[in-house]
């Protein structure tokens, strides 16, 4: 039998995401020597970070506030650009309502409250961000007016982001092995002390003051899916990163965690029918200027409930419920030119037709006469005295029907029409482990496990049922700078309580 490596470090940081490095960055600041273990290989890190468009949500109250994120805007930008205001109670507030008032309120509050000087942190750590123009602000007579309350994304989007904090971490002392898995804590009655990797297959461990879990959720993994999601969750799409199979959440619950959150809820989107699971443009975002029809021909959604980007989180659920677990999303020529990048690739499930007679034929597995009927009630329906505005909830609604839709509701009446066929594609799990605000994970007693932090991914009790977008990347930096201070603080006791000992 091969001899097992042994290491020693200050901090020891499993997973190497937006959270983990988030958390790199803090402890090493506080001179913590640190060390990340990432299972992936090296051109795979990032985890789930690295597939986002790096969108971020956070509190500003108005211009002045971006200027000191972004301070290269033009002044053409400026004059151009509608930012409007953001408040941390109203981010508090879309926390509360997108998860029916169920979110930790302390950790929310937190959340929001640290949004901001999160930002100036990361950006004090050469992390760019931009405008999001065209996805998140329709240009209207000249000004971009920007919606939904999430304005900028890191420049380069997830993969930029990662390489930016990966450089800076390293930068700073942080040391990261690849392929290196971690697949136990170790602890005793004084609290976790390290944990026991895999590093290229080899079984290794590092002993630390203390370890910070960043290794994201349990998307990625079937049978857990099953298990806690319920059963058809194995069949949706998996997007983003195979990596996050719930090794850290399980690690943790091993020796004593609590959970928490909202452990059968996943954030879920509709995306091509026709790909195979991690195809990256998978998401098919627009239907808020169309109708979304299932195999019946029924629509089964308000489409115009919210922004897009406050619904979307919940609507992959919502086709996985239908029959077959498909629906087609249907949009007609008045409406095209707003559709999202994602629609035009190559690998897309689309079809076209210049009427909707013609179209129904062409809607794999959908009951023409039903959808035609649909179409018929619905075009009676909207409310076309009211003016259509892409970039305010407009209120252009239906009336009278079985499911409204209550803005942006456009006849479908100009062809040539475009129809999508989407499925569910899951994006992260909202369930894990139980924290308190200093990222210290709770026991089941709801004490302070010593030695042990988390953040990002794998924390439970912020999302239920439904998530603000550009919420996931600023809560890992948060939670994730929290915990590298606090896991770097917790080193300096430790490293005192042995020199007084040892004197
Ligand atoms: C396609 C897509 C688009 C998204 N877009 C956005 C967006 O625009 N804005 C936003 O805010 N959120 C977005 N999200 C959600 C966002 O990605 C996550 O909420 C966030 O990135 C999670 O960060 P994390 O650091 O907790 O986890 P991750 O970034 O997933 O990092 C976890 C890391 O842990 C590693 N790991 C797992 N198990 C182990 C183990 N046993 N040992 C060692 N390492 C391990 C993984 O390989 C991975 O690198 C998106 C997600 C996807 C999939």
């Known amino acids: ?61 108005g ?22 205001s953001y408040p941390d109670e109203q981010f508090f507030e879309d926390m509360c309502r997108l998860t029916d008032y169920r979110t ?94 895999k590093h290229n297959g080899k079984t290794a461990e590092v002993h630390a003051k ?97 922004f897009r980007n406050y619904t979307y989180a919940k609507y992959g659920k919502k086709i996985l419920e239908q029959p077959r677990q498909f629906a087609w999303q249907i949009f007609d020529q008045k409406v095209t030119g707003l559709l999202r990048e994602e629609y035009k690739g190559r690998q897309v499930t689309k079809v076209k037709a210049d009427t909707l007679e013609k179209l129904a034929e062409k809607l794999v597995g959908v009951d023409q006469q039903t959808f035609l009927k649909t179409v018929e009630e619905y075009n009676q329906a909207v409310r076309e ?25 456009n006849t479908l009446d100009e062809g040539p029409f475009e129809a999508y066929q989407v499925t569910c594609g899951i994006t992260f799990t909202y369930g894990g482990l139980k924290i308190n605000t200093a990222a210290e994970v709770q026991d089941l007693l709801d004490h302070s496990i010593p030695g042990l932090f988390a953040a990002g991914e794998l924390v439970g009790g912020l999302f239920y049922f439904n998530y603000p977008g550009g919420a996931g990347l600023m809560a890992g930096s948060v939670f994730g700078k929290i915990a590298g201070k606090n896991a770097a603080e917790l080193m300096k006791r430790r490293q005192e309580q042995e020199a007084a000992m040892n004197n």
């Open 104 to 197: 930790d309120p302390e950790l929310a509050s937190l959340l929001t409250s640290e949004s901001l000087e999160t930002m100036k942190w990361l950006h004090s750590h050469k992390v760019r961000f931009v405008p999001i123009y065209g996805r998140q602000a329709f240009k209207i007579d000249g000004m971009f007016k920007f919606w939904g309350g999430m304005i900028l994304e890191s420049v380069g989007g997830g993969q930029g982001l990662v390489d930016i904090l990966h450089k800076e971490a390293v930068e700073h002392g942080t040391k990261v092995l690849f392929n290196a898995m971690a697949t136990e804590l170790l602890h005793d009655d004084e609290g976790v002390y390290g944990v026991v990797f």
């Open 210 to 306: 203390a370890v910070i879990l960043a290794s994201g959720g349990f998307h990625a993994n079937k049978e857990m899916r099953t298990r806690y999601l319920g059963p058809g969750w194995d069949i949706a799409k998996t997007r983003g990163s195979r990596y996050n199979t719930g090794d850290g959440i399980r690690m943790a619950l091993e020796i004593g965690a609590g959970s928490t959150g909202n452990w059968s809820g996943a954030h879920s989107v509709g995306g091509d029918m026709n790909v195979p699971d991690f195809t990256e443009g998978f998401q098919k975002l627009s239907y808020p200027f169309g109708i979304i029809v299932n195999a019946e021909g029924k629509r089964f959604v308000d489409e115009g409930a919210d």
């Open 385 to 409: 005295d009211i003016p259509f505005h892409p970039n305010v909830k407009d209120g252009r609604r239906t009336e009278g029907l079985e499911v409204e839709k209550t803005n942006w509701a």
């Open 63 to 84: 211009v002045d506030d971006i200027k000191e994120i972004v301070p290269d805007l033009t002044e053409q930008e400026l004059q151009t650009t509608d930012f409007g």
């Open 1 to 61: 039998m091969s001899e097992r490596e042994y290491l020693e470090t200050d901090v020891v940081i499993v997973g190497a995401g937006n959270a983990a490095m988030s958390a790199a960055i803090s402890a090493s600041e506080q001179g913590a020597r640190v060390l990340v273990l990432e299972k992936s290989p090296e051109k795979y890190k990032g985890g789930n970070s690295s597939h986002t468009h790096g969108s971020i949500r956070f509190a500003y109250d």
